[in-house]
């Protein structure tokens, strides 16, 4: 009978064997003791502080309440034999400190993946911004040359109509002035044309 120890931590293990055709009792003993006198007075089911009654229908149990960093000393036979070395097996529980120590370094590493996913995210979040507000701000460099509109040109030429219609009505009231002056200056002195003559 081959006999398997596994799963084991600092408290518990789960222990593992083949079925025996040979064994017509009702029960399994799964015997263990962390004391190792029981190597040095022989394989005898009174040495073992320990023993547990699994039914024939199984051939696997739990078990619980192990001392930590503790060597076992450990034997599966049938109810009414004595166990024989190839139904034992000797295992060591591992200290608390040690699972400990796993759980906290399974933690930084999860910490440590995390840090770097949001690190990544960061990074590319201000990748894709400095791409968009690059895109946006191509077109919008035109947006600094001076821009002239309908209604600005509208004013412009209005403006420049009111300005030349304004000289050419200056230059109209000169030319009127210098013309009556020289009227004036042709006549005769002493004849002044009065409506009463003209008629």
């Not at 003993?29 to 005898?44: A, E, Q, T």
């Not at 009414?80 to 070395?85: I, T």
């Not at 009227?183 to 002493?190: I, K, R, V």
């Amino acid at each position: 009978m081959g006999v398997t120890v596994y799963n084991v931590s600092s408290t518990s293990a789960r222990v593992n064997w083949p079925a025996s055709p040979t064994c017509l009792d009702t029960f399994y003993s799964v015997m263990y003791d962390p004391n190792w006198n029981s190597l040095i007075m022989g394989y005898k089911r009174k040495s073992f502080k320990h023993e547990e009654r699994i039914p024939v229908s199984q051939t696997n149990t739990y078990l619980g309440n192990l001392l930590p960093q503790t060597a076992y000393f450990l034997c599966v036979t049938c109810q009414a034999a004595d166990p024989v070395r190839e139904q034992c097996q000797v295992f060591s529980t591992p200290s608390e400190s040690s699972e400990g120590h796993d759980r906290a370094g399974w933690e930084v590493a999860v910490g440590v993946w995390l840090t770097c996913c949001l690190l990544l995210l960061i990074i590319a979040g201000v990748l894709l911004w400095g791409c968009l507000h690059n895109m946006c701000s191509l077109p919008g460099s035109t947006e600094s040359r001076p821009v002239v509109t309908t209604s600005v040109r509208q004013d412009m030429s209005s403006s420049g109509r009111l300005f030349t219609a304004r000289s050419s009505s200056e230059e109209s009231i000169k030319r009127a002035n210098a013309m009556q002056t020289s009227l004036m200056l042709a006549q005769p002195a002493g004849h002044v044309i009065t409506p009463d003559h003209e008629s």
